[in-house]
Nanobody, 124 residues
Framework: QGKLVESGGGLVQAGGSLRLSCAAS????????MGWFRQAPGKEREVVAA????????FRAASVTGRFTISRDNAKNMMFLQMTRLKPEDTAVYYC?????????????????WGQGTQVTVSS
């Protein structure tokens, strides 16, 4: 069984930056696609960014393009989300996820492994 643990969330002012990390344990996810999702109060969970097994194929939601960057370090079994120029509407719980397949995927239901989430709050 694999486990994912997010870190790096917190409170930041609008325009600021945060770097989220996702550490995997229990098994290697180096051959698996992964993604970052977020869920704001009263809203459905949505994809923020996704990455294939090698890091050679990435996706970013339109709302974060140009501001967020997803990356991974397979040697360390970790994934990252660099967030810049944060906006109040980025406030949400951010989740790390992994799926058994290696190809990139943006649908929530296609991910089998989830972290517990980390809160990101952007003040105006």
């Amino acid at each position: 069984q694999g486990k994912l643990v997010e870190s790096g969330g917190g409170l930041v002012q609008a325009g600021g930056s945060l770097r989220l990390s996702c550490a995997a344990s229990g098994r290697t996810f180096s051959g698996n696609a992964m993604g970052w999702f977020r869920q704001a109060p009263g809203k459905e969970r949505e994809v923020v960014a996704a990455i294939n097994w090698s890091g050679g194929d990435t996706f970013r939601a339109a709302s974060v393009t140009g501001r967020f960057t997803i990356s991974r370090d397979n040697a360390k079994n970790m994934m990252f989300l660099q967030m810049t120029r944060l906006k109040p509407e980025d406030t949400a719980v951010y989740y790390c996820a992994a799926r058994e397949a290696s190809d990139i995927e943006i649908r929530v239901a296609k991910y089998e492994y989830w972290g517990q989430g980390t809160q990101v709050t952007v003040s105006s």
